[in-house]
C-alpha cells in the first residue's frame, strides 16, 4: 500500500459546481497534513494546511479523518483558474514529508 | 521580492556529463530540499539540508551530489552514474525542516538527457 494515495482523476467538473477529493494515508502516526495546488509545469504551491477540527478559506474546506486516515478537499462554486492539480502532502513525526501523485481538476466552461 | 530560484529552467545533457543545478533563497529559511518529480508519481526528496555545512539523503539520493556551504544556496549535482536522469527537479525550503510550516519552491528545473 503507498503511503499516500490519490485519485488521480481527471475530474471534469462545469463551472459553478463542488468537487470533492479524498487523500488516504497509511501511517496513523502522521501529524501534519496540507493541501498543495500545482499548476502544469509550474512548481507546487500551498493552498492550504489541513487542521484536526477542519478549517475552510473562502471557498474551500480541508478535513482530517483520523480514524478512516483521509484527508479531503472540497471545492464550492469552482472556478475555471481553480483547474490544476492538487498535492496531498502527509508529514510523518518530523522527518519525513510524503507527496501523493496529485488528483487533476479541469473546471469546464 | 523574497523567493527561491532556480537555475536554468530548461537544460540538456549528454549521457556521462554532470550537471549542476542551481538553487538559491533569500527568505532566511535554514532548510532547503531537492525533490524529483516525473509523470504519474509524487514528488520524491533526493537530499535534504537542515543547516548550513549540513546534509541528509533523502530517497532516492544515488547518482546525485549536493553542498550547503551558504545558507542561501543548495546546489545539486547530477552525475553521471544517475541511470534516468530526465525529470522535473524542484528546489523547497522552509524555516525548519520537515516541520508544519510551509515549504516554498522554486520554479524547477526541467532536465533532458539526450
Known amino acids: 500500500r503507498k503511503e499516500v494515495e490519490q485519485d488521480p482523476g481527471p475530474f471534469n467538473v462545469p463551472e459553478g459546481a463542488t468537487v470533492a477529493f479524498n487523500c488516504t494515508y497509511s501511517?496513523?502516526?502522521?501529524?501534519?497534513f496540507f493541501w498543495y495546488r500545482q499548476d502544469c509545469r509550474k512548481e507546487p504551491k500551498l493552498l492550504m494546511s489541513?487542521?484536526?477540527s477542519g478549517n475552510e478559506d473562502g471557498r474551500f474546506t480541508a478535513q482530517l479523518n483520523r480514524a478512516s486516515q483521509y484527508i479531503s478537499l472540497l471545492i464550492r462554486d469552482s472556478k475555471l483558474s481553480d483547474s490544476a492539480t492538487y498535492l496531498c502532502?502527509?508529514?510523518?513525526?518530523?522527518?519525513?514529508?510524503?507527496f501523493g501523485t496529485g488528483t487533476r481538476l479541469t473546471i469546464i466552461p | 521580492d523574497g523567493g527561491i530560484t532556480q537555475s536554468p529552467k530548461y537544460l540538456f545533457r549528454k549521457e556521462g556529463q554532470n550537471v549542476t543545478l542551481s538553487c538559491e533563497q533569500n527568505?532566511?529559511?535554514?532548510?532547503m530540499y531537492w525533490y524529483r518529480q516525473d509523470p504519474g508519481q509524487g514528488l520524491r526528496l533526493i537530499y535534504y539540508?537542515?543547516?548550513?555545512?549540513?546534509?541528509q539523503k533523502g530517497d532516492i539520493a544515488e547518482g546525485y551530489s549536493v553542498s550547503r556551504e551558504k545558507k542561501e544556496s543548495f546546489p545539486l549535482t547530477v552525475t553521471s552514474a544517475q541511470k534516468n536522469p530526465t525529470a522535473f527537479y524542484l528546489c523547497?525550503?522552509?524555516?525548519?525542516?520537515?516541520?508544519?510550516?510551509?515549504?516554498?519552491f522554486g520554479p524547477g528545473t526541467r532536465l533532458t538527457v539526450l
Open positions: 523547497a525550503s522552509s524555516i525548519v525542516a520537515f516541520s508544519y510550516n510551509e515549504q516554498f
Open positions: 501511517n496513523s502516526a502522521s501529524q501534519s
Open positions: 489541513v487542521y484536526s
Open positions: 502532502v502527509v508529514l510523518f513525526g518530523n522527518e519525513k514529508l510524503t
Open positions: 527568505l532566511n529559511h535554514d532548510a
Open positions: 539540508s537542515q543547516i548550513v555545512n549540513d546534509f
